[in-house]
């Protein structure tokens, strides 16, 4: 088997790691490198409890190994809140009740955020089909697409903010 | 779970590919999207001994239309055709397989080249790439292949023409001309999972409205993608009703080969096959005069 | 004694305090555990159904770089541990000894340095197996030429049966059908209810942590239940209580998955104390969903005896339930069959009987599950399906039959012809507002214009009653430990309060509603109060989340530790306000002197005084301790009622409205409470429409993974409408009767009952479920209404 030296930049910080190549990207980013808000969920590429960006691509960590990271820009749900400030996606989560257990939360906003950043205005149908590869158990979905209606809206009001001028 | 172990290549480009298959012979797989071989590995249903990654290599992700033909590289990602409206308007019947391959995060990384060349008679693309007639670029160490889609597959799942040392490189399908039109419809018992039964139908009526091109390709209920050439031979040559329609229907559903598993008894994935190529024949008929 | 609610804290939508880690993915979930030094274990398992175990040869996977030690049964038989008790009064293997006696079973444990290691460790173990014969169907268990499962009890148990039950008036029963066939009405269903699995998306796992130096075994487990498995732990494995310590750190989902004690624990155990270092062990999802404990499997036939008005006399039940290879159904002990003989649901039986066989198959251990209130799920089931079907047989309307058949709201504390009690309930009110909200009227309308083009489309109706909050002690003990539960309040000098409460959340929001509790009783803020569980070094005994009891028991010991607070505190006020007790009066949040409002103290003011001006003759300090024995369990109830549309080309059932009331008496966060409805409302959908876990006839299990097992998605999940009637429970504190499970046992026949009357018009009168498009299509078929 062979190992890699693997450079990989997760929410703009830089990270190395000599790594086997069978080592999933789930577990490296979990167990090696300690962000474990990405979670396991299946081991058949189902659920989407692992789903992280890469080269912001949503993607299912468990369905990728860690060296084909190497050289690319990943970002975890660690990497929502920005200078302590939590994203409309983590608030409105919380605003509108979209998360129960919280185990398929992390990887439910991750592609969620992907979604928003392609279709920033998506219809209910739309948001359900942008999260039908993640599964929940707890929630029964309807308030997760309210958290991301929430998101979108509060996303685009940001972007209608003129810069201010002087 | 966990994969067994092996030695991982990235390939920067078809040459290097190709020159690494050809040393490696049977016990290379190459790493495409991996959403189909990653977990195959996982459940060590495949022991390769080395897995050859070609997502490094750069210009084999690209759909371009040009001189009657669409060229699709080998690693264009399934999202791609979801979001791509060159696909959308001219050519629904990829958007249709494109948009109900597994789920849309899988989606970002499975590709069309994959989704062929893995030869799961599950698998979307290739009854589509059969009602189209499509053809298949496929790149040796010493020259390429075209070869037309139905001579890619043979009649053993997960098994192509494809020789060991050869990379599937590019899709080619022809151009719509005018007064043709296709559609795919997939039942399946949730999203993501594969098809009960899926039938994908392109026909082209000529300018006295008789049908001068018919293509039907099924699903998941065989063996292999099955390519309907009864239920389009009887097509050919004539107005597109109903009673046409329900013709081929029940060819197509003569042609299939399903077995009973947990995606419903043999019959009934008969009776969907007459069922979906009904409905698909319907729209591609619409959209072929236009109704669509 | 019904209460009021207060102001502040009951009844608020109060935002989620434990959302803030949750959003930022610093949940703290047991795979997230890591100590150092720590291994990892991974289990070998049976491909057979039904074997002899031949050898086991370690030799490979020893030499496997990473593995440290490969457990086999043999070695726990040393020990005394290849076997332990189950919650059923059975018998569970650990790790196979001469046998297996299912798919998947447990045969070594592979203890390493990594999970990679310990992965390829499991591949290398070699086992030699001599298949035998397999027995997967329940009806043949009793066959005289079925293979005997469990000859490791044939002394006890010379056959496959494990158990008969009854309850009822047998004689009363039989003579009200007799009379039935003569002047009524007698009708009859046989209805299968598949196995099915909870499938949290977290599956289960623990990490080990066996010091030597001082004897402490810390576990850190998916657990629903840390206190009753701390005791068992104790008392199976012969550690001393006071040096085990369970934490259930966060957990995601359990819904009964979490209830039982898998082998993998047990080993983890083991393992952490042989090698003196931390045991990992997380099982993967196909472990999970092939060896973890699955819900129903019950062959149900049901019988009710009827006047031909349709008011109903009468009802029969008798169940085969299959509980697989070993009976590790979690229910109390008493209720081998749990609550299944609420049967009679909302409806006036003057008599009933209910017998149910139990047998053993070669499919996994378990039986109830899956978020069922102990098998209410599969009583529910039962008679609304049934009713439905005495509703055709006499010619009228599905609403209009309930309506005439339901206990009246003057009847409770009603007692049923099974011997439960009903604490509350108006079940006219939640049906007929349910029908309001859908416009039945016009929907039977639109249905019968459908009707004439042909289009098939179906109203279904659910009108359940769920008995939950279990329980008084006296009867009902989780191995036996008396189903109580409890709370410990301690409010610090500074007015801020940390409470402790002896169940376990896995999603339910506890930190949020046990603050409101505590907050209406005290006048808090709910942000003032701090909630745990979980860990047994400090929080108090209690039995755990499942069955929708959290609320019902620890709900009502957290009110009354509160009201215990208050009344201490109402103490340290008079002293300090120098008047008598009888003297002060209550508002939210302060006690003051009656007629002269302005002479007041606030409890922030009295929990200081508790500590720095205390009254000579009251202990200093400002807490209390509840534990709560119930008087009853409670019974939410709801009426449900689906609207579907079948597609003839293909059978495919769409789900157009699903418009849901509960009642569940007391709210204490609406938001919480809808957000539990919509869970389970999909997980109610789920065993319907999709899923089901079965056996091939040589043992091989069928939905033992996510591509095979199908879980909703947001594609199949429809907008669930809820809307609610509020008769609170006159024997709770708060009047609060708990929610969780009303949805999944309510949901699943409203989508039955949709589906059928969708197609009553030609005669149907059942589908089994999951309600598949080609069992539809095979009716469709046989009733030449196929269409493109």
């Known amino acids: ?166 | 779970m966990i994969p067994g172990t092996f030695d991982y290549l990235a390939a920067h480009s078809v040459n290097e590919a190709v020159a690494l298959l050809d040393r490696h012979g049977e016990g290379a797989k190459v790493l495409a999207g991996g959403q189909s071989l990653i977990p195959l590995l996982r459940f060590r249903l495949a022991s390769p001994t080395i897995l050859i990654d070609i997502n490094r290599i750069d210009g084999l992700e690209y759909l371009h239309e040009m001189n009657g033909t669409l060229h699709i590289g080998a690693l264009t990602r399934e999202s791609e055709l979801d979001n791509s409206s060159l696909i959308r308007e001219r050519y629904p019947i990829l958007f249709e397989t494109s948009t109900v391959v597994a789920d849309p995060v899988v989606r970002n990384w499975a590709t069309v080249g994959g989704n062929i060349a893995h030869a799961d008679p599950a698998n979307d693309h290739p009854a589509t790439m059969l009602a189209m007639g499509a053809r298949i670029v496929a790149v040796g160490p010493e020259s390429e292949r075209i070869l037309p889609v139905e001579e890619f597959f043979t009649d053993v799942p997960f098994e192509t023409t494809l020789r060991p040392n050869e990379l599937l490189t590019e899709i080619r399908v022809p151009a719509p001309v005018h007064g043709s039109g296709g559609a795919y419809l997939k039942l399946e018992r949730k999203v993501g999972d594969y098809a009960i039964a899926g039938v994908a139908a392109y026909i082209t009526l000529d300018n006295n409205g008789n049908v001068s091109y018919a293509g039907i390709g099924l699903t998941n209920v065989g063996q292999a993608p099955i390519k309907a050439r009864d239920a389009e031979q009887a097509l050919l040559g004539k107005q597109l009703n109903d009673a046409g329609i329900h013709q081929a229907a029940d060819l197509a559903a003569a042609a299939a080969q399903p077995l009973s598993d947990t995606r419903g008894p043999a019959e009934y994935k008969r009776d969907m096959v007459r069922t979906l190529t009904v409905r698909a024949l319907r729209k591609a008929l619409a959209r072929a005069t236009g109704g669509e | 004694m019904a209460t009021e609610v207060h102001a502040h804290g009951l009844g608020e939508a109060y935002k989620r305090k434990e959302d803030a880690r949750f959003i930022r993915g610093q949940g703290n979930y047991v795979d997230d555990v890591q100590l150092p030094g720590m291994l990892y274990g991974d289990i070998v398992r049976s491909p057979y159904g039904h074997a002899l175990i031949k050898n086991i040869d370690i030799s490979e996977a020893l030499k496997v770089p990473g593995v440290l030690a490969v457990i086999t049964g043999k070695d726990l038989d040393a020990a005394g541990l290849a076997w332990m008790p189950t919650l059923s009064a059975d018998t569970e293997a650990v790790l196979a000894l001469d046998r297996v006696h299912y798919q998947m079973q447990e045969v070594a444990f592979v203890v390493a340095t990594n999970r990679y290691a310990a992965a390829d460790g499991v591949a290398a173990v070699d086992v030699d197996y001599e298949p035998l014969p397999v027995l997967v169907d329940p009806k043949k268990a009793l066959d005289p030429d079925a293979p005997l499962l469990r000859p490791d009890k044939k002394d006890k148990q010379p056959t496959n049966q494990i158990y008969h039950w009854e309850t009822g008036e047998r004689e009363a029963t039989e003579a009200a059908f007799a009379e039935a066939e003569l002047n009524g009405v007698v009708v009859r269903q046989e209805m299968f209810i598949p196995r099915i699995h909870p499938a949290p998306i977290e599956t289960c796992g623990c990490v080990a942590d066996f010091h030597k130096a001082t004897g402490k075994l810390t576990v850190w487990m998916t657990s629903q239940a840390p206190h009753a498995h701390r005791t068992l732990f104790a008392i199976v494995a012969g550690l001393p209580e006071h040096r085990i310590r369970i934490i259930s750190p966060d957990i995601g989902g359990g819904f009964g998955n979490k209830v039982p004690i898998y082998p993998g624990y047990v080993c983890a155990v083991v393992a952490s104390i042989t090698t003196g270092k931390p045991v990992k062990w997380i099982e993967d999802r196909t472990e999970n969903l092939s060896s973890t404990g699955f819900g129903r499997d019950y062959h149900i036939k049901a019988e009710v005896a009827a006047g031909k008005d349709g008011n109903v006399q009468a009802l029969r039940v008798h169940t085969l339930a299959d509980h697989g290879a070993f009976d590790a159904a979690a229910q109390p002990t008493k209720f081998p069959a749990g609550l299944f003989h609420i049967c009679t649901g909302s409806y006036d039986f003057k008599n009933a009987f209910v017998e149910v066989d139990a047998v053993h198959t070669n499919k996994a251990p378990g039986g109830i599950a899956y978020r069922c209130s102990f098998r209410v799920t599969e009583a529910s089931y039962l008679i609304e399906r049934i009713m439905d079907s005495l509703a055709r047989e006499v010619g009228k309307d599905p609403a209009q039959l309930r309506l005439q058949n339901f206990i009246k709201p003057e009847a409770f504390p009603y007692r049923s012809a099974l011997n439960w009690t009903y604490d509350s309930g108006d079940y006219e009110a939640a049906l007929l507002l349910a029908m309001k909200n859908v416009d039945y009227e016009g929907l039977r309308r639109e249905q019968a214009e459908k009707r004439v083009r042909g289009e098939l489309m179906g109203i279904g109706i659910s009108s359940f009653t769920e008995i939950v909050g279990a329980g008084p002690g006296k009867h009902f003990d989780i191995a036996g430990i008396e189903m109580f539960d409890s709370c410990e309040i301690r409010v610090h000098p500074t007015g801020k309060a940390l409470a402790r409460i002896g169940v376990q959340t896995q999603g339910q929001g506890h930190e949020t509603t046990f603050a409101q509790i505590i907050a209406a009783e005290l006048g808090m803020s709910p942000d003032d109060i701090d909630v745990e569980h979980g860990d047994t070094d400090t929080a108090p005994y209690g039995l755990g989340t499942y069955a929708s009891r959290s609320t019902p028991v620890a709900g009502a010991a957290t009110a009354l530790a509160a009201r215990k607070v208050r009344d201490k505190a109402k103490k340290i006020a008079a002293y300090l306000l120098e008047v008598g007790e009888e003297d002060l009066e209550w508002e939210p949040g302060r006690f003051y002197v009656k007629g002269t409002p302005g002479k007041g103290k606030t409890i922030q003011e009295l929990a200081f005084a508790a500590y720095t001006n205390c009254p000579p003759y009251l202990e200093p300090g400002l807490e209390a301790v509840n534990y709560y024995d119930p008087p009853n369990l409670t019974y939410p109830f709801g009426s449900y009622i689906c609207v579907v549309d079948i597609d003839r080309g293909t059978g495919e059932v769409h789900i157009r409205r699903f418009m849901a009331v509960d009642d569940c008496g007391t709210i204490i966060n609406p938001m919480v409470v809808e957000g539990q409805i919509h869970g389970g409302l999909t997980q109610g959908l789920a065993p319907a429409m999709y899923e089901e876990i079965s056996y091939d006839e040589d043992g091989n299990i069928h939905g033992g993974n996510f591509q095979d097992y199908l879980i909703p998605t947001s594609m199949e999940t429809p907008h669930w409408e809820t809307d609610k009637t509020c008769t609170p429970s006159p024997h709770h504190p708060i009047g609060a009767k708990g929610v969780g499970e009303s949805p999944t046992v309510g949901a699943p026949q409203a989508i039955a009952n949709a589906v059928v009357d969708a197609l009553s018009h030609v005669g149907v009168r059942h589908i089994d479920i999951p309600i598949t498009p080609w069992k539809v299509w095979n009716i469709l078929k046989e009733k030449g209404l196929t269409s493109d």
Not at chain 1, 115 to 120: A, E, K, Y
Not at chain 1, 144 to 157: L, S
């Open chain 1, 1 to 166: 088997m062979s190992t890699h030296h693997i450079s990989v930049t997760i929410n703009d910080a830089s990270y190395e790691g000599d790594i086997d190549s069978r080592t999933l990207l789930v577990h490296w980013i979990r167990d090696t490198l300690r962000l474990t808000g990405t979670h396991i969920g299946c081991d058949t590429t189902s659920c989407g409890a692992c789903t992280i960006l890469v080269d912001g691509k949503a993607t299912k960590s468990c369905t990728m190994f860690a060296v084909q990271a190497d050289g690319r820009q990943l970002m975890t749900v660690e990497g929502l809140e920005q200078q302590d400030k939590i994203h409309p996606l983590q608030e409105g989560f919380h605003e509108e009740h979209a998360l129960q257990c919280g185990y398929c939360t992390p990887g439910m906003m991750m592609t969620s955020l992907a979604l928003l950043q392609r279709n920033p205005n998506p219809t209910e149908h739309e948001i359900r089909v942008g999260i039908s590869g993640n599964l929940c158990r707890c929630t029964g979905y309807v308030n997760i697409v309210k958290a991301i209606q929430f998101a979108a809206e509060k996303m685009q009001a940001a972007e209608e903010i003129p810069v201010s001028a002087g």
